[in-house]
């Protein structure tokens, strides 16, 4: 490779790195300690050569691409890895260190580098470390989220002197830990295998979705000066960070801890506030905790929380401030304090500490209300410093109460307006002019308009009628600006979703969309709050917790109150219902019928356990229709124990209701099936069901690979051939408590991929995971108060696309760049289509016959539906939808293999211009013309300026339509009047690389 000069935009060195710090800004060099160094600037020639000496890494299907620093190497998440075979030994030395720069595409998630038994760099959100040492895997978990497109450095070492694995991002510490159990501190040899991309036993769940270079294997724990990460928003000292303190606006920035409806847990009471006009009231007598969404705060700093507080008996209350936004399986810190709360209201105040290693910028304020007692609270503050005095600056007293229906629900092409209020709860009179804008899920602009413009009191508010459009479905934002003589005083945003109402609709046994939720955990009232909103938006079934200890508390004595409440409330949803029928978790169950040390331990007796089981479903008899028998098996059991398990619950539901489907597996490896089946049961079932959790990272190719491979198993054992999908989910999350590298768009993006991936092999039934409000979970399909996320929103669009038809087969499109799902059915044939990877714009043929609708299910604009008669563009793996207008089935099949393709936009992603600069040299100017961060190099050459052609000058992380110059010097001076013409070959680095030749003219 020529010389390159590099331009790195990720930041820089914060001053000179000390003694033995690693600098980040350079290719790593080779030194004393380096065991392996691999640069992939060579991945073109089907091997990765080792610059320490070592063997060189074969590559498979990797692809080659632009680096942190010059070549590199992609993953697509599919296949694909690098294996060195025999590596030199990293075990003999001081210690250890594994470091790389990645970029990931999708999620922080896959094994990056692999030495089995040895050491491993695992992404799950965040780092996971993994070491082996004395003869076992020690796993340190992260505990800063690892950012998602763009470049980052990873290291995890390990000091064999103080036995400290630690783990860096961009050369900042993350966790330092000395592993539980560690004695000697021995670290292993490994096998004989290096692996890049992935690990090397179960490669299929483990694989990189993105670009890969400089990995160092080295044997000393090395030390970093960390990369700049830009300068952190101020946090003002002594202001409440609390945006809603008073609840004058309602319960906006609050929300419920759990599975939960915080406004049936509580209620704003108006009048006889200690502070302004309203306050705070619990309204149900079990214990539960109202929290805060997160705020900005400064580790390292005192931070003083305080609030009013009154209760109806003398009782207890906890204030804490939790850690927030970090990586799922990471620890969360928290600060708490318990105080005395009596009839009178009280303030109380927690001086808390926050540490200068708090994971991140962010926490969120809890209030924990006990059981049995009625709590009020108000005047809530968070500051940084000592203050506890209550203090309410201008933007909390002035804002919006906004009147909003359950789950923020509307319902498509019916009128719909809010009833709002601006409310001035301050001392002082505003003049105030309040405008409101709606924006869709694409960041388009659907309303927008003035409220309101008068005069506010002070302690007053005046009423509003605030239009929501409804004209499409989809999420949208509702921004209101609160200004006074032209300066805005406050802001504040609500979310709306606009559905088709799909309760009632179609018939429901028959639908392949399902929901797991834990009903068990939700009273009456918040439980009608989850069913109604996933009826609305088109689930149709629900995968339910009955456990056994449930219902039978003692031998042959059963109390039937919560199957028979769960049952209701899904039937009054107008869902289907599918019983999973297992031991659960240990507080349900009974000592006499099993362990009860942990979750799902299996029966002592399984007569007794068919007993129950037959009692059951005989109540239930025409009433439940499909049962599961258990879940995920493999974890708390051997092959054999489930195989009689499975046997002994087959036999009585078919005793009980020979009708009833009997779902088996439940989640378990193709080994352990084929376990069960050599055990004797593989006839014992009717479906068998999977989770497919580990498909979700590229459904369509990963769902197409578990259908065939469960096909060749269930044909050898002569098992049943159909199939469910009873579980899986991904997550994401939009506010903050958690850290997941998916948005909240990516998030429905691959719900509706999946379970059109999933179906279009033969599925019939695919249930998500899962219908929860826990704020720390992200799985969940609802944000606070059961609104839904948009990937239930989704959900509806595809619901609708699924009425009158069913998924009847798939194709690849445009040489495998697209996939594409068939439909067809009493409402027509259609299908849907999505980008693989690159973004696309398919030509269809005679597109004229065809309907293209959005993922939501709306219709494309005008303007669009014009472009769509000869072509339509895909981007993020949005799925379109096509609907045949009189085509039939098969000659919509025709026109879909004649499509052709090609890249989005045609244009290529990078624009490079030259101009002469005033000191005589030539600037050298690229610029992303994409939304997308982007890897670029460019060669120049012109032998009228050159002598030889100067170094190529390569881009990492080129911000979406940002631009960025180099000046080169001239080795020539052309005479004036001359012209010249520049040859720029520019490359940008994806999952391969695109080339490009621009010709620049330039006059001297």
């Known amino acids: 490779m020529s010389r390159i000069l590099s331009c790195a ?25 380096t065991v392996a160094l691999f640069h992939l600037d060579d991945v073109t020639t089907g091997r990765a050569v080792d610059a320490a000496g070592g063997p060189a890494g074969e590559c498979r299907d990797v692809a080659p691409t632009l680096g942190r620093f010059g070549g590199g190497l992609s993953c697509d998440g599919v296949a694909g890895w690098v294996d060195v075979l025999a590596p030199n030994n990293s075990a003999a030395g001081s210690g250890l260190t594994v470091e790389c720069w990645v970029k990931l595409r999708g999620g922080a998630h896959g094994d990056v580098v692999c030495r089995n038994q040895s050491y491993m760099i695992r992404l799950e959100g965040g780092f996971q470390a993994y070491v082996h040492l004395d003869g076992a895997w020690r796993k340190l978990v992260g505990r800063r989220p690892v950012p998602t497109g763009r470049w980052t450095h990873l290291a995890l070492t390990y000091d064999r002197a103080s036995r400290e694995v630690r783990t860096y991002i961009d050369g900042r510490l993350d966790v330092a830990q000395v592993p539980a159990g560690v004695t000697e501190g021995k670290l292993g040899v490994g096998d004989s295998t290096l692996r890049l991309g992935c690990n090397t036993w179960n490669p299929d769940s483990s694989r990189l979705d993105g670009k890969l270079d400089e990995v160092r294997i080295s044997s000393v724990a090395r030390s970093y000066t960390p990369l700049s990460v830009g300068a952190k928003a101020a946090v003002p000292a002594d202001a409440n960070l609390i945006p809603n303190p008073s609840f004058e606006f309602g319960l906006d920035g609050w929300r419920a801890d759990g599975e939960a409806n915080a406004r049936l847990q509580w209620r704003v009471e108006r009048g006889e506030a200690p502070h302004g006009k309203a306050f705070l009231r619990s309204s149900e007598a079990r214990g539960y905790s109202l929290i805060t969404r997160p705020l900005a705060i400064v580790p390292g700093k005192v931070h003083t929380l305080s609030a009013l507080m009154r209760a109806d008996k003398a009782t207890r209350v906890q204030l804490a401030l939790c850690s927030t936004g970090v990586p799922r399986d990471a620890s969360r810190p928290s600060k708490s304090q318990s105080f005395g709360v009596s009839l009178e209201w009280k303030r109380v105040a927690a001086r808390i500490a926050v540490p200068e290693d708090w994971p991140t910028e962010l926490a969120y304020v809890s209030v924990s209300k006990p059981a049995d007692a009625a709590l009020d609270l108000d005047a809530v503050r968070l ?24 789950g923020n629900l509307f319902s498509a092409n019916e009128p719909a307006r809010l009833t709002a209020s601006v409310v001035n709860s301050g001392e002082t009179d505003h003049a105030l002019q309040v405008n409101y804008t709606v924006t869709d899920w694409l960041g388009r602009e659907a309303a927008a308009g003035k409220l309101f413009e008068g005069m506010v009191r002070a302690g007053d508010s005046v009423p509003v009628q605030v239009p929501v459009p409804t004209r499409t479905s989809g999420w949208f934002a509702l921004q209101f600006a609160l200004s006074e003589q032209g300066r805005l005083l406050s802001e504040a945003t609500r979310t709306v979703n606009v559905v088709e109402p799909l309760t009632g609709r179609g018939d429901a046994r028959a639908s392949p969309l399902g929901m797991n939720t834990h009903m068990e955990r939700e009273p009456d009232a918040h439980l009608d709050c989850n069913l109604a909103a996933l009826s609305r938006c088109g689930v149709k079934w629900i995968r339910a917790w009955w456990g056994w200890g449930m219902a039978e508390k003692e031998p042959g004595q059963f109390d039937w109150t919560e199957y028979d409440r769960q049952l209701a409330a899904v039937h009054r949803a107008g869902m289907e219902i599918m019983p999973i029928l297992l031991r659960y978790y240990p507080q349900f169950e009974r000592d006499w019928a099993g362990k009860t040390d942990k979750i799902q331990q299996p029966p002592n007796d399984l007569t007794q356990w068919g007993n129950f089981v037959e009692t059951t479903v005989r109540r239930y008899r025409g009433r439940v229709k499909a049962w599961e028998v258990w879940n995920e098996p493999q974890y708390t059991m051997d092959a054999r124990t489930y195989a009689d398990i499975l046997k002994v619950t087959y036999e009585r539901i078919r005793a009980a209701d020979p009708d009833a489907q009997v779902v088996g597996f439940a989640g378990v490896s193709l080994d352990y099936i084929r376990d069960v089946c050599e055990a004797g049961s593989a006839k014992c079932l009717d479906v068998l069901a999977h989770h497919s959790y580990s498909q979700l990272g590229h459904p369509w190719e990963q769902m197409a690979k578990l259908a065939a491979d469960t096909a060749a198993l269930v044909d050898q054992h002569g098992a049943t051939t159909r199939v469910w999908h009873s579980e899986q989910g991904s997550g994401a999350d939009g506010v903050g408590y958690l850290h997941l ?51 239930l929103v989704a959900l509806n669009g595809l619901a609708r696309l699924l009425e009158g038809r069913k998924v009847t087969g798939r194709l690849t499109l445009a040489d495998g760049q697209a996939a594409c799902v068939l439909l067809d059915g009493a409402a027509g044939p259609a299908a849907a289509v999505w980008n693989l990877r690159e973004k696309l714009r398919l030509k269809l043929p005679a597109a004229g016959d065809l309907r293209p609708l959005d993922m939501l299910g709306n219709p494309l604009t005008e303007a669009a539906l014009q472009a769509a008669a000869l072509s339509v563009d895909l981007a993020e793996g949005r799925p379109l939808y096509l609907v045949a207008k009189t085509a039939t089935a098969a000659e919509l099949v025709d026109l879909l293999r004649r499509t052709e393709a090609g890249p989005l936009g045609g244009a290529f992603p990078v624009r490079v211009t030259a101009q002469k600069t005033a000191d005589g040299r030539l600037e050298i100017r690229l610029e992303n013309t994409t939304s997308d961060n982007l890897d670029a190099r460019v060669q120049v050459a012109c032998p009228e300026l050159f002598a030889t052609a100067p170094a190529a000058w390569q881009v990492s992380d080129l911000a979406a339509h940002a631009a960025q110059s180099t000046a080169l010097a001239l080795d020539k001076q052309p005479a004036a009047g001359t012209q010249v013409e520049i040859a720029a070959t520019i490359e940008v680095g994806g999952h391969g690389i695109r080339t490009d030749v621009a010709k620049l003219a330039m006059a001297f």
């Open 741 to 791: 590298a998916e948005t909240e768009e990516q998030c429905a993006v691959n719900l509706v991929q999946s379970n059109l991936s999933a179906l279009s092999t033969g599925v019939e039934k695919f249930f998500w995971f899962s219908a929860q409000t826990s704020p720390t979970y992200g799985w969940g399909v609802f944000y606070e108060n059961y609104v839904p996320r948009p990937r």
């Open 383 to 406: 500051v940084v410093g000592e203050g506890a005095e209550f203090s309410q600056p201008e933007a909390q007293s002035v804002g919006m109460l906004v009147e909003l229906p359950q």
């Open 9 to 33: 935009l990720v930041g820089s060195c914060l001053g000179g790195a000390g003694w033995g710090q690693v600098d980040l800004t350079r290719p790593f060099a080779r030194d004393g300690s």
